[in-house]
Nanobody, 121 residues
Framework: QVQLVESGGGLVQAGGSLRLSCAAS????????VAWYRQAPGKQRDLVAA???????NYADSVKGRFTISRDNAKNTIYLQMNSLKPEDTAVYYC???????????????WGQGTQVTVSS
């Protein structure tokens, strides 16, 4: 079974920083595109940042210049460095990945369980 487990969320004051991690485990052959999404109460889940299997990145306009997505392929881990946090960044953050499991011929899309980020004003 493949699992994604996020960590690093918490409560931070506006202007502060947090670093989220998402560790993939299980019978993984390779990880392709990965992304972070967030969902605030009463709102839809939106894309925050994405990175391809290479180095191409994509960010939501609201986080450009403040958030950085990265990956450590050796550790099967995805990161989201969040700086200059604002109260409107408050949400549950989810990681998402397209993973090719061992002994399969297609990728599957997986979600983590989410981690709460709360930014106080």
């Amino acid at each position: 079974q493949v699992q994604l487990v996020e960590s690093g969320g918490g409560l931070v004051q506006a202007g502060g920083s947090l670093r989220l991690s998402c560790a993939a485990s299980g019978s993984i052959f390779s990880i392709n595109a990965v992304a972070w999404y967030r969902q605030a109460p009463g709102k839809q889940r939106d894309l925050v940042a994405a990175i391809t299997s290479g180095v191409t990145t994509n960010y939501a306009d609201s986080v450009k210049g403040r958030f950085t997505i990265s990956r450590d392929n050796a550790k099967n881990t995805i990161y989201l460095q969040m700086n200059s946090l604002k109260p409107e960044d408050t949400a549950v953050y989810y990681c998402n990945a397209d993973i090719l499991p061992v002994h399969t011929t297609r990728t599957f899309n997986y979600w983590g369980q989410g981690t709460q980020v709360t930014v106080s004003s």
